[in-house]
């Protein structure tokens, strides 16, 4: 029997370490080693060294655990847990210097995830999660906000930086989102986006063309603290269909209500 209390402990250590690899890469930073992926998909040395120094250390204590990973330095099946990890989400904010990036990692048994942590490395707020137990920021409890409609509530999303077809229907619902709320926000950092959704700070979130590596961390925390993790069409099977909403639970209909009107 594992227990997941202890592991996420182990866990917060694990990116804390790599956290303090990516700041001091940040002050030292050269952008003449930004490599692309593909169009605006950037990656640099840093998210290497920091996946491959996660999965070294995550192996240590879960051997034969499998490995998600986003800049697939190591992708290995593994029954029953699987880890899903984005070393550095927010690479672009990190390139520009923009300090707003974090670590993802989470943890499934199975179809099922059992820990989430998101470390927001700048501002050094440790998020996490376990089966069993409640959702943390820096080991004090959190929950989502309490605000029961949208025209009092904060929203986050993301802006498409490839795959533009849906980019015509997705100024339009931009526009229609921000007359019905408080405004809406783009950080630039998925995992941080859902975090802050999970301690309150936005009541919603919502984006589309994201991979399991991107959200998976961040929507058990939203889960875990009281929230509601869907897709655009109301299911549940967010990492399928990669598209998400995550909210408070309140607000779900009114938000995707709108967001059913374009897609």
Known sequence: ?????????????????????????????????????????????????????????????????????????????????????????????????????????????????VIGVVYEINRGEMFSTYQGGAAYLNNKEIRVSTNENLAQSLLATGFPYYQFDKQPQYIQLFTDMMQKCHGLRRIGSAAVDLAYVACGRFDGYFEYNLNSYDVAAGAYLVQQAGGTVLNFAGGENFLETREILATNAKVTGEILETIKKYF
């Open 1 to 113: 029997m594992i227990n997941y209390e202890l592991l996420c402990s182990k866990v917060i250590a694990i990116a804390r370490l790599t956290g303090n690899f990516i700041r001091k890469e940040a002050m030292a930073f050269d952008t003449s080693s930004i490599e692309y992926k593909g169009l605006n998909d950037l990656v640099s040395y840093v998210d290497k060294q920091a996946e491959k120094q996660l999965v070294r250390n995550l192996k240590k204590i879960l051997p034969d655990a499998g490995f998600i990973t986003e800049e697939e330095t190591i992708n290995v099946i593994g029954k029953p847990f699987t880890w899903i990890i984005d070393p550095l989400d927010g690479t672009t904010n990190f390139i520009h210097g923009i300090p707003t990036y974090s670590i993802s990692i989470a943890l499934y048994e199975g179809d099922r995830p």
